[in-house]
């Protein structure tokens, strides 16, 4: 059996790492496609280098522009990654315009393609990535869902276990075990402020980034909580563009720094008292480092999370933001924290497992 794995974002590649590993344990081949979504160094290379993944079979350094614009280029040059490879199976990770372009691309060509974080629902259209994870779930063969949430997310809309659906836990919880604990020599602006009690923020989703008024609700509630604690926020260049458009600069406090590397990030999740993010990814990291997490959204896809008490959704709203800050930090115990809620760590090898199954069928 030969895989085609299409990625193009950082959390991707973190994911891809541990399937890989996992593929390569069976001695099935993977022809891994690079769409160029993320093509910095600090945002790409370092990633690849340091996980361990091999060098990409074909990077189609597609870089950014419109959704429009981006998402097409990645639509053409998959099909022809696919063409040439001719793969048994297309494996997409997660809700990028990387995920869309390759189911899009395998399942016009006949090729099945399998979703890995499938089943994710924000239930707000006006995301990008709602549309991208909803349309891959509609074409996909494979619906590999990382929680139970997800699996009744799909059940809902009609699809179940006859029709792919498979629970295999989280692939991220597997890679946190893999990489997680590793020494790692931090950028000496960024040891400045880990060297002490500090919250951890990331902010990059359109919705945030590219409304002035949301972004500068979110800086002004960072002002607020680096009243009680310093806030490192390595800065997505997505974010420091929007910053410098919308002419806000980050008040004082608030320490912005260049990305950090997957190693880097796993160190300071170690190190931080708080995370404030509107990536899906880190607060499930966060939950996995024992790190409050306040979402600056309105709502997440990761549910079990505020159910559980570990997430709270404050929005751009800065009396929200420092509302919520505060009550992770005023020193109360924090809630039990289930150890079931994204699998044991194996993820990984059950989609291994559903693959070979489907090859079978």
Not at 23 to 34: D, F, P, S, T, Y
Not at 210 to 221: K, T, Y
Not at 259 to 267: A, F, G, K, Q, R
Request: one cysteine or more; hydrophobic letters at 45%; proline letters at 6%.
């Amino acid at each position: 059996m030969k895989i085609l794995t299409v990625v193009g974002a950082r959390p991707q590649f973190v994911k891809a790492a541990v399937v890989a590993r996992a593929l390569a344990a069976r001695g099935i081949e993977e022809a891994l496609v690079h769409t160029g979504q993320h093509y910095d160094e600090g945002m790409s290379g370092r990633f690849f280098s340091e996980l361990g993944i091999p060098a990409p079979w074909r990077n189609l350094g597609v870089g950014s522009g419109s959704h429009g614009v981006q998402t097409g280029r990645m639509l053409e040059g998959v099909e022809r990654a696919i063409l040439d490879a001719r793969p048994d199976r297309v494996l997409v990770y997660g809700d990028t315009n990387s995920t869309l372009a390759g189911a899009l691309a395998a399942v016009k060509l006949g090729v099945p393609v399998d979703h890995v974080e499938a089943g994710l629902r924000s239930y707000n259209r006006a995301m990008p990535e709602e549309i991208n994870r909803v349309v891959t779930d509609a074409v996909a063969d494979l619906l590999l869902c990382p929680t139970k949430a997800a699996v009744a997310a799909l059940a809902r809309e009609g699809r179940l276990e006859a029709s792919g659906v498979r629970c295999v836990g989280d692939v991220m919880y597997d890679a946190v075990l893999a990489f997680g604990g590793r020494d790692v020599a931090l950028p000496a602006d960024v040891e400045s402020v880990a060297g002490r009690p500090f919250a951890l923020v990331t902010c990059h989703r359109a919705e945030n980034t590219d409304d002035p008024v949301r972004l500068a609700g979110i800086l002004e509630g960072l002002r607020l909580v680096s009243r009680d604690l310093p806030v490192l926020l390595p800065a997505h260049p997505r974010t420091r563009v929007a910053m410098a458009s919308a002419g806000v600069d980050a008040p004082a406090g608030v320490h912005v720094v260049d990305p950090v590397s997957y190693l880097e990030m796993l160190s300071l999740l170690g190190r931080a008292s708080l995370v404030l993010t509107d990536s899906g990814g880190l607060q499930k990291e966060a939950f996995f480092a024992a790190v409050p997490c306040v979402t600056l959204r309105e709502e997440t896809e990761w549910t079990e999370l505020v159910d559980v008490g570990w997430n709270a959704l404050a929005g751009a709203d800065p009396a929200r933001i420092a509302a919520a800050a505060q009550a992770f930090l005023d020193g109360r115990p924090r809630p039990p924290r289930p150890d079931d809620l994204y699998g044991d760590g194996h993820a990984a090898r059950r989609i291994v497992d559903e693959l070979e199954a489907a090859a079978r069928a």
